[in-house]
């Protein structure tokens, strides 16, 4: 897809079919492994730990919602026709940042400051440096209540535009989550959307026998809202989840998006690593080379 992507070309809200829209599936495709190739970029290029694990698990819901599913207009981020992403789980901050970087919203070679003083790409989202960030977010909890309260605006306004909102599985143990939860349900707040990047760990580890959220699903459901699943790194399963969420009216949804923390990359994805690495220059070459091989069998169809 090109940068320079209008209006008219996004939010049209289908579902893609893996039998009729492989071509289209074959371009989220590419452009995950170019937004897992960027975030490896922007950590080594830096010399900056980043948390690869949490930001691979999360990469193809960012790309389904920048590349394909939401309205907005990089030439005018304050449209107020706009679909709203929020980032709750702020820590994936790079991810967001590529995505909008695709999608027109900054040059790239923004990507050489970031964390660096007076950069517009901060370590978490800033709504006041970064073109198209709706919300600064960074405390877990946090940006999710933002969201029900944007969400809430195309209710009373009798817009159509939506509210997204991505957490994460270990955020959901904040108590500010479900206060929130219970607020968007009890005003029937069916604008709003959040998806959850349900990969079982948090950063110290595997949330089983600790402070685990099983079940999920119930949990959501005791609130009222309105509970979907999809394989969070299935284009065809994120989009028929989301077109199903934005077909349900008098209630809030959620799509518990099953995910790999780290997918994507082998050295992330298969082996234990803490929650902030940083590569050595021959890893680095590694995981290069690896996403190289991938894209060559996406676009020749292997």
């Not at 082998?266 to 050595?280: D, V």
Request: glycine share 10%.
């Amino acid at each position: 897809m090109s940068n320079n992507t209008t209006r008219t070309e996004l939010g049209l809200k289908r579902p893609l079919s893996p039998q009729e829209d492989q071509e289209i599936l074959r371009g989220l495709q590419l452009d995950a492994i170019t937004m897992r190739r960027k975030i490896l970029y922007m950590g080594h290029q830096n010399r900056i730990k980043l948390h690869y694990g949490a930001l691979f698990s999360m990469t193809e819901m960012v790309t389904v919602l920048y590349r394909y599913w939401m309205r907005f207009d990089p030439q005018d981020p304050c449209w107020p026709g706009r679909d709203r992403f929020v980032l709750s789980k702020g820590h994936g901050a790079p991810a967001v940042y590529v995505a909008l970087w695709m999608a027109g919203f900054f040059s790239a070679y923004h990507f050489d400051g970031f964390r660096r003083l007076h950069s517009i790409l901060q370590g978490h989202p800033d709504r006041n440096k970064t073109p198209g960030i709706e919300t600064c977010s960074g405390s877990l909890g946090q940006g999710f209540g933002v969201a029900c309260g944007m969400a809430l605006g195309p209710k009373i306004d009798n817009s159509d535009y939506r509210v997204y909102c991505l957490v994460g599985d270990g955020e959901c143990n904040e108590g500010s989550i479900w206060e929130a939860a219970q607020i968007a349900s009890n005003l029937k707040i069916d604008k709003l959307t959040v998806l959850v990047d349900r990969n079982h760990k948090s950063s110290y580890g595997p949330m089983g026998g600790r402070n685990e959220v099983h079940p999920l699903e119930d949990k959501w459901r005791a609130f009222n809202w309105a509970v979907f699943e999809c394989d969070g790194h299935d284009f065809a399963s994120l989009t028929q989840a989301l077109y199903e969420a934005e077909n349900v009216t008098g209630k809030p949804s959620v799509i518990v998006c099953h995910t790999v923390k780290g997918r994507g990359v082998p050295y992330t994805e298969f082996e234990n690593l803490q929650a902030h690495i940083l590569f050595t220059e021959e890893k680095y070459a590694d995981c290069a080379a690896y996403l190289d091989e991938l894209e060559g069998k996406v676009r020749h169809g292997s």
